[in-house]
């Protein structure tokens, strides 16, 4: 049964684990559905230039049916030279009454209204894949996040293992010694309580294991189920390049972009809202058939055609105003794009300066790593030849474990510091 095991199980490098988001995951395509909805609203502001074509059919029944008698004079009696009338009635309201109706009609000109408004849609729907890019990005970034507290994680738990095996090693010596008659009973329930602090530890560090993965598998929506198995080591990212040519990255972030093109859509929406003030021009032609036709019930057809001149002369202030409230908003998206640009600038200098005091501490913690494997090695030598009590060897153990944890968790926070200075490049944080 080893190939159901090795079927649930994922092994997921970093690489992996950001590949699996950007091939498929709900958070990306709600990103692009709001593209795609917003993309819609652009079709409809560009739908106003194309014509518009209707039908209507009617069939109305009216119990009132008027009939008026009606004399003409048709001739002239010759005899008498009198009029000669013709009596007749004229119906004007039938019962049943039927009407076919195909009209189409075409805006000719509307001064810039519907193509600023078009303009607008389209600025709209860049905005929009720019915010999708940066959704992307977020995400990607939070996996890296997720995956890089994972593999700390993964390490504490081997960390503690390791101190496991030396703790029961050093208990079987103790015992050893115990019985030669070297050592005290105290001594030796020391050794027996070093080892069932570093079980506990052992048991603390898997729990904060499971609880990252679980974590991780929630950002990449896989199911509960599922077994992730982390194939990378922990290892520090490489070193960023200089500040000048991160500045230059910075300027082409997506948020950035989004705003940029927010503003460009309040200023078609400004001129939109502008002309508004002028009138707007349409053609339009119909075509009709029905009965009654005229003052006979027979079917009849009838054809027109025509232009409209419609102009808004006074809306109480409204237009005006809406004019004034687009000038508005974007002047605040203007500054605000200026100001997030200046701390973006202040910030990524002070994160770089991070980057480089975490890489310091780390280099400095790994070095704190090797001496105190080596003075453990030592305190072990001198205690088993006599020369030190237990206390000085467990001292020595527990002093490595920390310069061990303190190595790993520098790592972690030097690719923290790397990844906070990435999002502030590529722009991945939502302002």
């Known amino acids: 049964m080893w190939w159901i095991l090795l079927i649930s199980q994922i092994h997921l490098s970093e690489e992996d684990a950001v590949n699996r988001i950007l091939q498929n995951h709900p958070l990306l395509e709600v990103a692009h559905l709001r593209v795609a909805a917003t993309r819609e609203d652009e079709i409809k502001a560009w739908s106003r230039h194309l014509p518009v074509i209707s039908f209507t059919g009617q069939y109305r029944y009216s119990n009132l049916e008027i009939t008026i008698p009606q004399r003409f004079p048709v001739a002239v009696d010759p005899n008498t030279f009198r009029l000669i009338y013709y009596d007749t009635t004229i119906t004007f309201s039938y019962r049943d009454n039927y009407n076919f109706t195909l009209q189409t009609s075409l805006m000719l000109t509307g001064f810039g209204k519907s193509l600023y408004a078009g303009w607008m849609m389209r600025k709209m729907v860049k905005a929009q894949r720019a915010r999708a890019r940066q959704d992307t990005i977020r995400l990607v970034l939070n996996v890296r996040r997720a995956y890089q507290g994972a593999l700390l994680a993964r390490e504490n738990l081997s960390l503690t293992e390791e101190m496991v095996r030396i703790q ?40 904060r294991y499971a609880e990252a993965l679980n974590r991780l598998k929630s950002l990449l929506a896989l199911p509960d189920s599922a077994e992730v198995v982390l194939t990378d080591s922990l290892t520090p990212y490489p070193l960023p390049s200089s500040t000048d ?41 119909f075509a009709t058939y029905q009965k009654p036709y005229g003052f006979e019930n027979v079917w009849g057809d009838q054809e027109g055609y025509g232009l409209l001149l419609s102009w808004s002369l006074f809306e109480g202030g409204g237009i005006l105003s809406d004019y004034r409230k687009a000038r508005i908003q974007r002047d605040i998206l203007r500054k605000t794009l200026q100001f997030q640009k200046i701390q973006a600038r202040n910030a990524l200098k002070s994160a770089f300066q991070k980057v480089q005091a975490a890489r310091d501490v780390m280099e400095g913690r790994h070095k704190d790593v090797e001496t105190s494997r080596r003075m453990m090695e030592l305190t072990h030598q001198a205690y088993a030849n006599g020369l030190l009590r237990e206390v000085d060897f467990q001292d020595a153990a527990w002093a490595y474990a920390r310069a061990r944890f303190g190595y ?24």
């Open 168 to 207: 029961e090693a050093h208990l079987q010596d103790a015992r050893e010694r115990f019985q030669a008659g070297l050592i005290g009973e105290g001594e030796l329930l020391r050794a027996e309580l070093a080892l069932r602090n570093a079980q506990a530890s052992q048991r603390e560090a898997e729990a």
């Open 245 to 285: 040519s991160l500045m230059t990255l910075m300027e082409r972030r997506p948020d950035f972009e989004a705003l940029a093109h927010r503003i460009q859509a309040l200023e078609d929406q400004r001129k939109m809202h502008r002309a508004r003030f002028l009138p707007t021009l349409s053609a339009f032609a």
């Open 408 to 431: 790993l968790t520098s790592v972690v926070q030097y690719n923290l510091a790397v990844l906070e200075l990435e999002e502030l490049v590529k722009g991945g944080s939502r302002q």
